[in-house]
């Protein structure tokens, strides 16, 4: 999209009575100049034309993308799971699916450090992001309702962590890094500053950043992610930062997620489910700039 230079007569004049533009006051600051105010209104018009067009491509591209996962579960329908023999549990255990469970002393601490996630969450980290929020109004906060990871999935990666991976319930929830987890969402062409902006006002409120992965160059997910730790309490968090269209796909390709991460999907459906990933992100419209933002690692979180 193009359009003609303003004419000088409908340039913004400088002062009362319609003076000539370049002619200042004295107390009045100089007119615009004709030709640096046309690039820069031209440059605007040129950015909401671009977001436009990108948003219009990928609202359009969404309802093939939603039949395609509907084919993919019609034709892979997710396996029922067998009834596990009744067992005798343990007065104080947990158990669920998938064999996952923790004895009585390991629950009662989970449950307990549950508690004081929880009660940071809601007490010290939500307060704060909301007041970031608000510095910002171009932007927000998406699913404010899921910002805490529920306490059954909080088990289960625990029992997870203990059985696999050797830790004990305590290093398992300490090393959690999105049992509560935050995502902004910006206007495409205001993404990469957001981002950037953002990042410093977490710092600015007192948060110590633990490590970002920027996956905008990848085929399977775009968006990025960043932790950061709660200086007080130690409590690590997530925050996303997303476009419209990237936070949707996430959304759209949740259930293609989860199938990857579970033991039952096979080899065959996996080729499948990543190919729909990759289908999916590639209608997603790349922000300018954000390819370019640095991640980094928990080590470099300080230099």
């Known amino acids: 999209m193009r359009i003609d ?12 009575g319609n003076r000539a533009a370049g002619t200042p006051a004295a107390g009045v600051d100089e007119a615009p100049d004709p030709v640096a105010y046309a690039a820069g209104y031209q440059a605007t018009v040129d950015a909401a034309y671009r977001e436009y067009r990108a948003a219009r491509e990928w609202d359009e591209a969404v309802p093939a993308l939603r039949e395609a996962w509907e084919s993919h579960e019609k034709k892979w329908p997710y396996p029922e799971r067998a009834e596990p023999a009744v067992r005798p549990v343990t007065p104080g255990a947990w158990r669920a699916d998938g064999g996952r469970c ?29 007041r970031i929020e608000a510095e910002d109004p171009g932007r927000h906060l998406a699913g404010l309702d899921y910002r805490l990871k529920g306490e059954d999935r909080l088990k289960e990666k625990v029992a997870d962590d203990i059985r696999y991976k050797g830790r004990t319930p305590e290093e398992a929830l300490g090393n959690m890094k999105d049992a509560i987890r935050f995502t902004f969402v910006y206007p495409e062409e205001r993404y990469s500053a957001g981002v950037l902006a953002d990042c410093e006002r977490l710092k600015a409120s007192g948060f110590e950043r633990f490590d970002r992965v920027n996956s905008w160059p990848e085929e399977q997910y775009k968006g990025i992610n960043s932790r950061w730790r709660e200086s007080d309490s130690g409590q690590l968090y997530e925050v996303q930062f997303h476009t419209r269209a990237s936070f ?25 489910l990543e190919d729909f990933q990759r289908a999916v992100s590639a209608r997603i419209p790349i922000p300018p700039g954000a390819t370019d933002i640095e991640g980094y690692r928990p080590e470099k979180r300080d230099g």
């Open 5 to 16: 230079r303003p004419a000088e007569d409908d340039t913004p004049r400088a002062g009362p």
């Open 102 to 130: 923790l004895a009585p002393d390991a629950n009662a601490e989970v449950t307990r450090g549950c508690a004081r996630i929880r009660e940071v969450g809601e007490t010290v980290i939500t307060p704060a992001m909301r």
């Open 248 to 272: 949707e796909a996430k959304q759209l390709t949740h259930g293609a997620y989860e199938r990857l991460r579970s033991p039952v999907t096979s080899d065959a459906e996996r080729e499948e």
